[in-house]
T-cell receptor
Framework: DADVTQTPRNRITKTGKRIMLECSQTKGHDRMYWYRQDPGLGLRLIYYSFDVKDINKGEISDGYSVSRQAQAKFSLSLESAIPNQTALYFC??????????FGSGTRLTVV | QKEVEQNSGPLSVPEGAIASLNCTYSDRVSQSFFWYRQYSGKSPELIMSIYSNGDKEDGRFTAQLNKASQYVSLLIRDSQPSDSATYLCALAGAGSYQLTFGKGTKLSVIP
């Protein structure tokens, strides 16, 4: 099994729908992150969490919310999806100075 | 605000040549530096980390760090078509595990 698992891998949803992207990890890391990636814009941080009770906004949190259900689980929600939220979404974890481990990503399309 | 600058490319090199990827950064207190490889539609994969000035070699990859010049580079020797990907430079500040990413350089290795 992968160290960082994201579900779903692909999702097409309609404008205005609520959608949740899930991330779970088996690395035992305290720190978890949600990024979106758009062509030409690189990785942009949406939210991050240092532990279950510590959740922080990133540079582009508007329109998104998160929940850290346990050390191993960090979910990202789009309360009312809009087309410009179409992107590739990545969850990542870190537990040391040795960089991040990324999940496989979720390709989200909002129509 | 940390900034990480990379030439977006594409950088094209012939098979067997040395590919040189460069990254500059603005925050002098940055301590940890990373290179990630990302194939199209896939998640970033850590290929090199470097923490001290100088060179660090791992197989065909060499990372070079010059903190005085705020410059980190990645050399890929004997480039292969399978090296064609986008390479992301990332860094973290002292005592921090949180990474700031550049937008990436797209490398194309021509057979």
């Amino acid at each position: 099994d992968a160290d960082v698992t994201q579900t779903p891998r692909n999702r097409i949803t309609k404008t205005g729908k609520r959608i949740m992207l899930e991330c779970s990890q088996t690395k035992g890391h305290d720190r978890m992150y949600w990024y979106r990636q758009d062509p030409g814009l690189g990785l942009r941080l949406i939210y991050y969490s240092f532990d279950v009770k510590d959740i922080n906004k990133g540079e582009i949190s508007d329109g998104y919310s998160v929940s850290r259900q346990a050390q191993a689980k960090f979910s990202l929600s789009l309360e009312s999806a809009i087309p410009n939220q179409t992107a590739l979404y990545f969850c990542a974890t870190s537990g040391s100075r040795d960089g991040y481990t990324f999940g496989s990503g979720t390709r989200l399309t909002v129509v | 605000q940390k900034e990480v600058e990379q030439n977006s490319g594409p950088l094209s090199v012939p098979e067997g040549a040395i590919a040189s990827l460069n990254c500059t950064y603005s925050d002098r207190v940055s301590q940890s530096f990373f290179w990630y490889r990302q194939y199209s539609g896939k998640s970033p994969e850590l290929i090199m980390s470097i923490y001290s000035n100088g060179d660090k070699e791992d197989g065909r990859f060499t990372a070079q760090l010059n903190k005085a010049s705020q410059y980190v580079s990645l050399l890929i020797r004997d480039s292969q078509p399978s090296d064609s990907a986008t390479y992301l430079c990332a860094l973290a500040g002292a005592g921090s595990y949180q990474l700031t990413f550049g937008k990436g350089t797209k490398l194309s290795v021509i057979p």
